[in-house]
């Protein structure tokens, strides 16, 4: 089985940009405290390094 990322939101994404809002909305993060279960791909990995200071990630095996 693959491993999975945990996305945490921890900020909010008012004063962003307009791609990194796009891609909060990609990752399935709508508002601060939500968290999403995601494969670990290059493609989630590409989005979490976007949003990097927004949000919390950890590894689930």
């Known amino acids: 089985m693959a491993k999975q990322l ?3 939101q921890i900020k909010s ?3 962003e940009k307009q791609n990194q809002r796009d891609t909060l909305r990609s ?3 709508k ?3 939500d968290s999403v279960v995601r494969e670990d791909t290059p493609q989630n990995r590409g989005y979490v390094k976007t949003v990097a200071h927004l949000v919390k990630v950890e590894e689930i095996d």
């Open 13 to 15: 994404k008012v004063s």
């Open 31 to 33: 508002r601060i405290g």
């Open 6 to 8: 945990k996305v945490t």
């Open 27 to 29: 990752l399935g993060l």
